[in-house]
């Protein structure tokens, strides 16, 4: 019972805490490599993400989070602007394909960037691996490791992919509130 309890209190807190922290989803890759709880969660965070990747000027945006796990540990997740489906029914483990939809550039504030064309909205697919373990007893304990790779299928850039792998984890500092990070390489 007490599992279930922790569980469902601090899942919302720590994912709305993530989001926060990981605004700039938006527009790169992705923040955080850190793993959404288990079960089904909607939620919708506030944050801070760059006019474009590389810019110095953030705007303040809302930050979409979703998950749904459907027959055993498969799920399908939104992280912003990146959705990914978990074909694998193993415990601890994740793969499947993945996409993400990057909104490009126009109308960059800074003068020298400004000269340089518009980047136009892309799609980006590829497939994504990595594994998860949890601590007996407690689900917030929950060190991992991913990878993945994606694939420009639009006309937009030349051909481009990117490739990339991270590690994370999550500890419980208090009963309400879980300390998360990670860090990864594109």
Known sequence: MR????????????????????????????ALPLEMPDG??????????????????????????????????????????????TVLDVEGWRFGPTGILRLGRTDAGDNVVARVHEVDPSLDVGLFVGYDWHAPGEPRIRPGVNAWTLW???????????????????????????????????
């Open 3 to 30: 599992r279930s309890i922790v569980r469902s209190a601090t899942a919302p807190v720590a994912w709305l805490a993530l989001a926060v922290l990981a605004g700039g989803a938006r527009a790169q890759d992705g």
């Open 40 to 85: 089904n969660l909607v939620a919708v965070g506030v944050g801070a993400y760059p006019d474009y990747i590389g810019s110095n000027d953030y705007r303040i945006g809302a930050v979409p989070r979703a998950r749904w796990q459907f027959r055993g540990e498969r799920a399908v997740t939104l992280i912003a602007n990146q959705l990914r489906v």
């Open 152 to 186: 420009n299928v639009t006309d937009t850039e030349t051909g481009g992919w990117t490739v990339g792998a991270g590690v994370y984890g999550a500890y419980p500092i208090a009963l309400p509130v879980t300390l998360l990070g990670g860090t990864g390489f594109t």
